[in-house]
T-cell receptor, first 115, second 118 residues
Framework: AQSVTQLDSQVPVFEEAPVELRCNYS??????LFWYVQYPNQGLQLLLK??????LVESINGFEAEFNKSQTSFHLRKPSVHISDTAEYFC?????????????FGQGTRLTINP | GAVVSQHPSRVICKSGTSVKIECRSL??????MFWYRQFPKQSLMLMAT?????????EQGVEKDKFLINHASLTLSTLTVTSAHPEDSSFYIC??????????????FGPGTRLTVL
């Protein structure tokens, strides 16, 4: 079984400041890792994912996350945030094998960008 | 591409009534759909996995007789909350898994349905 811990329930930052949202996971098998973003009263949108290969993955809107197997982490970072980044961010994990289905989500981190 | 819709987006009902929520994959075929429940300021909890043409698989602690799931086609799954009570009030989100030959099949999420039971 897998589990995900997002250590920060809320992260307030000023616009154009850097941000890191922390995610740690637990699993006895190899995993796929994901970050999803949820805007108010909306469903989830995939931000980025790690399946295999390079441990650093990037999204089209400037976010990046690095898979660290030894620390079982997949922290999300952005060097300079924008007001529009205000949202809830969820880290998720699934077994890293063909046909794997279930996603296990962390508790979520509410990112608030202040002007 | 890969759009998932849910209907209705919002529903208010009286205690004791049943409510049906639809989840559709608009531009792809989904052999598997998932139903999640999200309480305010909390994470998504998987309720059940719905496979087209077969019975849904429910997670531990989810009452199958209360949350009826039907996956009649490759583009439609429905969740019916039977005899709804105020504690069933929540945000229900579905996702659909793309049918593909790759090693990983991404889930695409619907916009969610907010259910309020009075």
């Amino acid at each position: 079984a897998q589990s995900v811990t997002q250590l920060d329930s809320q992260v307030p930052v000023f616009e154009e400041a850097p941000v890191e949202l922390r995610c740690n996971y637990s699993s006895s098998v190899s995993v796929y890792l994901f970050w999803y973003v949820q805007y108010p009263n909306q469903g989830l949108q995939l931000l980025l994912k790690y399946l295999s290969g390079s441990t650093l993955v990037e999204s089209i809107n400037g976010f990046e996350a690095e898979f660290n197997k030894s620390q079982t982490s997949f922290h999300l970072r952005k060097p300079s945030v924008h007001i529009s980044d205000t949202a809830e961010y969820f880290c998720a994990v699934s077994p890293g094998r063909r046909g794997a289905q279930k996603l296990v989500f962390g508790q979520g981190t509410r990112l608030t960008i202040n002007p | 591409g890969a759009v998932v819709s849910q209907h209705p987006s919002r529903v208010i009902c009286k205690s004791g009534t049943s409510v049906k929520i639809e989840c559709r994959s608009l531009d792809f075929q989904a052999t598997t759909m998932f139903w999640y429940r999200q309480f305010p300021k909390q994470s998504l909890m998987l309720m059940a996995t719905s496979n087209e043409g077969s019975k849904a698989t429910y997670e531990q602690g989810v009452e199958k007789d209360k949350f009826l799931i039907n996956h009649a086609s490759l583009t439609l799954s429905t969740l019916t909350v039977t005899s709804a009570h105020p504690e069933d009030s929540s945000f229900y989100i579905c996702s659909a898994r793309v049918l593909a030959g790759s090693s990983y099949n991404e889930q695409f999420f619907g916009p969610g349905t907010r259910l309020t039971v009075l």
